[in-house]
C-alpha cells in the first residue's frame, strides 16, 4: 500500500480530519496524488492500483457518502473519457477530481445562502455537534444584521460542538452550549418559555433513499424531542451526500474514547452516528432547493444521475 494513503487513511480513522468535507476533500487530494505518481505505462495495471487504494481510503469511514459519490465521480469521468494510456488517464483524473471540488463548493455556497433565508429575528436555534453548512448558515445570518441565539451540545466523547461554539462566538453569535443528555429536556417546554427552540438545524453525514438522515450520535433523541415539541427540524446537506440505499451499517468507535481506563469486564457501546426518522424533518435545505424526505431520492438522482 503507498506510504500517502496508509498516512492519509491513519488521519481519517483517527478523526484528525474531521467532517464530511473535509474528509471528502483530504481523501480525493490524496488518490488525486497517488494517481499522478503511479510509476507504471500500463494502463490496467494504473487502473488496478488505483482502485485498490480507493478502496482502501473509502473503508476507513464507511459513513461517508460525500467521500463515496466522490470516487464514483471519479470512476465515471475515467470511463467516459475512455483514456487510451496512462498518460491520459492522469489528466483525466486531475480534472474530475478539481470538478468534483468545485462541484461541492458551488453546492455548500447555494445552500448556505438558501438557508440563512430560513433564520429570524429573535430565534432560538438549536445544533448538534459541527456541520460547517450550518455553522456557516448561522454565521451569514449574523452578518447579514440578523438577531437570533444559537444552542449547542457539547457532543461527546470527542466534543465536536466546542468546534461549533468557537467559530459561532469568532462570528459575533450568541451561543450557549448544553451537555448531551440535556438536549431533549431543553427543546422541551418544560425547560421555560425563555428556553423553547424555535427551530432545529442539523447537518448530514449522509441522507437515504427513504428520506431519513444518518447523523452525529445523539441526532434521534434531539429529533424525537423536536417532533414531540411541534419544534421544526431543518437538515442543512448537499445531495452529494445521497446515498441509494436505506440503511447504511452504523459505525461503532472504540471504547477507550467513552472511558480511558475502563474496568476490564465492562462492556461499552460507542456509537458514532444515529438515524433521524424521516417522519422528523421538516424540511431539507439542498442546492435543489428545500425539499421533503420523500423526495431526496428522485431530486438527487435528477441533478445528478451518476450517483
Known amino acids: 500500500m503507498d506510504k500517502g494513503i ?7 480513522r483517527s478523526l484528525k480530519i474531521q467532517g464530511a468535507t473535509a474528509i471528502c476533500r483530504t481523501l480525493l487530494l490524496a488518490l488525486k496524488n497517488y494517481g499522478l505518481r503511479i510509476k507504471t505505462k500500463n494502463l490496467k495495471i494504473w487502473q488496478k492500483k488505483f482502485k485498490e ?12 457518502p460525500l467521500a463515496q459519490n466522490g470516487v464514483r465521480f471519479i470512476f465515471s469521468s475515467l470511463k467516459e473519457g475512455e483514456a487510451q494510456n496512462v498518460a491520459q488517464a492522469k489528466n483525466y483524473l486531475k480534472k474530475a477530481v478539481e470538478d468534483f471540488l468545485l462541484l461541492s463548493k458551488d453546492a455548500a455556497e447555494i445552500i448556505i445562502r438558501r438557508a440563512e433565508k430560513i433564520v429570524k429575528n429573535n430565534d432560538k436555534i438549536f445544533t448538534h455537534c459541527h456541520s460547517s453548512l450550518v455553522e456557516q448558515t448561522l454565521s451569514q445570518a449574523k452578518k447579514s444584521g440578523k438577531k437570533f441565539e444559537v444552542f449547542n451540545t457539547e457532543t461527546r466523547p470527542l466534543f465536536q460542538g466546542r468546534i461549533t461554539a468557537r467559530k459561532l462566538l469568532q462570528a459575533g453569535v450568541e451561543t450557549t452550549m448544553v451537555a448531551d443528555s440535556s438536549s431533549g429536556f431543553l ?9 423553547m427552540m424555535d427551530k ?7 441522507l437515504l433513499k427513504n428520506g431519513s438522515v444518518i447523523n452525529k450520535i445523539g441526532s434521534f433523541g434531539i429529533g424525537l424531542a423536536a417532533a414531540n ?16 440505499s436505506s440503511w447504511i451499517k ?19 457501546i460507542n456509537f458514532a452516528f444515529d438515524s433521524i426518522p424521516a417522519q422528523f424533518i421538516k424540511g431539507i435545505v439542498t442546492e435543489a432547493g428545500i425539499i421533503k424526505p420523500k423526495d431526496v431520492s428522485k431530486t438527487a438522482k435528477r441533478i445528478y444521475p451518476w450517483i
Open 6 to 12: 496508509k498516512r492519509t487513511a491513519d488521519l481519517i
Open 187 to 195: 427543546i422541551s417546554k418544560y425547560s421555560g418559555k425563555n428556553l
Open 229 to 244: 415539541e411541534k419544534v421544526p427540524l431543518y437538515i442543512i446537506s448537499s445531495l452529494l451526500k445521497y446515498h441509494p
Open 250 to 268: 452504523i459505525e461503532k468507535r472504540g471504547p477507550g474514547e467513552i472511558w480511558p481506563g475502563a474496568p476490564k469486564k465492562l462492556k461499552i
Open 200 to 206: 432545529v438545524f442539523l447537518g448530514a453525514d449522509a
Open 53 to 64: 487504494n480507493a478502496s482502501f481510503l473509502l473503508s476507513q469511514r464507511p459513513t461517508e
